[in-house]
């Protein structure tokens, strides 16, 4: 439910709310390895390998290989950053209207939850 209310916040940027993430993730680094960008979203490689591709289609991310041919770096394009721009108030929205639905003491317990299940993926 909490991952619709971010899809539909962001239908006007044509984004989803993974693919917001991911815009996200790059907008904090020029550019990452494949592997690392998978790694800090807690995505197996072949799930992110599917998100990106729609990025990659609407040319707002692009993907070259490094020195070493079987390593791949993404990084944003212009476009990527600019819709990563127009969505980000549209993202903090949504959020704010969840928390205000929830109430501070839900939304900081489902935090909590969604982290210590994160930290417990990393683990295995």
């Known amino acids: 439910l909490v991952t619709q209310q971010y899809d539909a ?5 044509g984004l989803r ?11 904090a680094k020029d550019r990452m390895r494949q592997s690392e960008l998978a790694r800090v979203l807690g995505m197996e490689g072949t799930t992110l390998t599917r998100n990106l591709q729609p ?8 993907i070259d290989r490094d020195d070493d041919q079987r390593v791949r770096l993404i990084s944003l394009t212009h476009g990527g950053k600019h819709v990563h721009n127009e969505a980000k108030p549209m993202w903090l929205q949504a959020q704010t209207r969840l928390v205000n639905e ?10 909590a939850a969604l982290k210590s299940t994160a930290e417990a993926a990393e683990q295995t």
């Open 9 to 13: 916040a962001l239908r006007p940027a």
């Open 55 to 62: 990025l990659l289609k609407k040319d707002w991310i692009r």
């Open 17 to 27: 709310a993974t693919q917001f993430t991911v815009l996200s993730v790059l907008m």
């Open 102 to 111: 929830l109430g501070q003491g839900q939304w900081a317990s489902l935090v």
